[in-house]
């Protein structure tokens, strides 16, 4: 598990402003209170489902919540998609294959196939991974947004 003194201090500040105790900010939010006491205590960043549901509850992106930006604007899709969805469209519009993209990818090419048969998501590491790699922004290769970067 990854760790990050950067996401620890934004998701801290962003309970403070939600003026919530922790576990019914975790409750609000949607999360496991375990979770979120992992995130706020030793920065530990949760899986991209959880993730998500944080950065849903707070209208801003993924890149906001983990400190890698400072703007706070998001634009949330008017017809949201899944992360399945957007990673079959991704590879289509650039006229390729999951085999193809997997050869410039540090993890095997299964994924592709478990995560388009059985609807998981990627580790946020493979989830910006390919985000680099498709020139798009984890948000919308999540289907989070209609914006691309």
């Known amino acids: ?7 620890k201090k934004r998701l801290l500040e962003l309970i403070a402003d939600s003026e919530l105790q922790k576990f ?17 205590l030793y920065g530990i960043i949760p899986n991209v489902t959880s993730l998500t549901k944080i950065a849903n509850y707070e209208n801003i992106s993924l890149d906001y919540l983990l400190g890698y930006t400072d703007d706070k604007t ?29 050869r410039h990818m540090p993890f095997p090419r299964t994924l592709f196939y478990d995560w388009i048969r059985r609807g998981n998501l990627p580790t946020v590491e493979n989830l910006y991974i390919l985000a680099e790699y498709f020139q798009v922004s ?12």
């Open 1 to 7: 598990m990854a760790a990050s003194e950067k996401f």
């Open 24 to 40: 019914e900010y975790a409750a609000a939010v949607g999360i496991n209170n375990n979770t979120l006491s992992h995130a706020t």
């Open 74 to 102: 998001f634009y949330p899709a008017l017809s949201p998609s899944t992360f399945q969805e957007r990673l079959v469209s991704l590879t289509e519009e650039n006229n390729t294959k999951f085999s193809v993209i997997a």
């Open 138 to 149: 984890a948000d919308y290769l999540l289907g989070r947004t209609d914006y691309k970067n």
